[in-house]
């Protein structure tokens, strides 16, 4: 039997957070990323994966994550505040659902990672995120 595809709702992403202190798992389902953290389901824009990637090849350099729940603010010049500016290529937020779109500097990074696009820091604290 032919192995199924990562990135699916049958074959997720099995991913860890870059210090590597919680688990979870992500797929694509459409247009959308899904992504699984115990009970809490949080979705992204897909296009989040590519539109990430091309701002980190242009910015050239490490830049931290900054992850930070969407009720807190983020940290000027990190991954977080990218994925909720006004500035990105979607004009605001990549998460889908109010209340649940932070948190994309913890959880996309590692995505990125996996698939071979970016480095990403594994340190307990302040990490960053590198394109390649």
Known sequence: MAKQKAGTKENPWKLKTAPGTSEYTMYREGDILVCKV??????????????????????????????????????ENTVEAWGRSEKNPVKGWYGLKKGFRGRFGMYVPPLLEELGMVELEHNPKNNRVKAK
Do not use: F, I, N
């Not at 949080?42 to 091309?54: E, G, I, M, N, S």
């Open 38 to 75: 115990g009970s809490t389901t949080l979705h992204y824009q897909w296009r989040c994966v590519d539109d990430l990637h091309a701002m980190l090849k242009k910015h050239g350099d490490w830049l931290e994550l900054g992850a930070a729940d969407e009720q807190k603010p983020a940290k």
